[in-house]
């Protein structure tokens, strides 16, 4: 991983949750998602119908008896054929900036390429700038707005990046 040899990524699991959500409400104090929300998305991620895959970003800890590890960011996504979704996605702030989001986004994108996703679609702030440059670099495109979509009146984008490559030849076109 280009942020550093010491973060490593790895699924998240119920025991994560409270490290997680205190991490959800630093970085979205308006509107975190309830503890609740984070059991509900990772009971989906279990069994043969899982449609949904969350992760956690995590680097060691050498001064803390406790822990052995800190997590540092989150990421995660429904995947219900032909669509994916990108959850959420969050970086603590004293580790923004080393590659982790564009890390996370990969391994999502990835995932929902090797699951049969024809598209991935997220939603946005309008006033989100930082995030939509990381998406618009991954090739993701504003596609819809959803007024006033947010508690405090902000405008939601719906972000969109196609997975199928539109130069491969068609069935139909090889038969020629
Ligand atoms: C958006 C977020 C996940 C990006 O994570 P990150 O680890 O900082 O991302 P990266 O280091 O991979 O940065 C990639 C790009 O993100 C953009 N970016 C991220 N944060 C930015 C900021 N605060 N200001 C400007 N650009 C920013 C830049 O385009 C950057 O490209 P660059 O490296 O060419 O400058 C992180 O900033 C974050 O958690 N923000 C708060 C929560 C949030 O807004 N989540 C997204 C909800 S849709």
Redesign the pocket.
């Known amino acids: 991983m280009s942020a550093g040899p010491a973060v490593s990524l790895r699924s998240m699991v119920a025991e994560d949750i409270p490290e997680v959500l205190a991490l959800e409400q630093r970085?979205?104090p308006h509107d975190a998602w309830p503890e609740q929300f984070f059991h509900e998305e990772l009971a989906h991620t279990q069994g043969e119908r899982a449609t949904r895959r969350y992760w956690v970003c995590t680097e060691p800890v050498e001064d803390d008896p406790l822990t052995d590890e800190r997590i540092i960011?989150f990421v995660g996504m429904m995947c219900v054929l032909p669509l994916a979704d990108?959850q959420?996605?969050?970086?603590a702030p004293e580790?923004?900036?080393?590659?982790?989001?564009?890390?996370?986004l990969h391994l999502v994108v990835d995932t929902a390429r090797d699951l049969g996703a024809e598209q991935v679609l997220?939603?946005?702030?309008s006033d989100?700038?930082?995030?939509q440059?990381?998406y618009r670099?991954e090739g993701f495109t504003h596609i819809h707005t959803r007024r006033r979509y947010y508690p405090d009146g902000a405008d939601a984008l719906i972000m969109q990046k196609p997975l199928t490559d539109l130069d491969a030849p068609t069935s139909a076109s090889r038969l020629r």
Request: charged share 15%; no cysteine; aromatic share 4%.
């Open positions: 970085l979205f960011g990108v959420t996605i969050a970086v580790a923004q900036g080393r590659g982790l989001g564009t890390t996370m997220l939603e946005v702030r989100n700038d930082g995030a440059g990381l670099r």
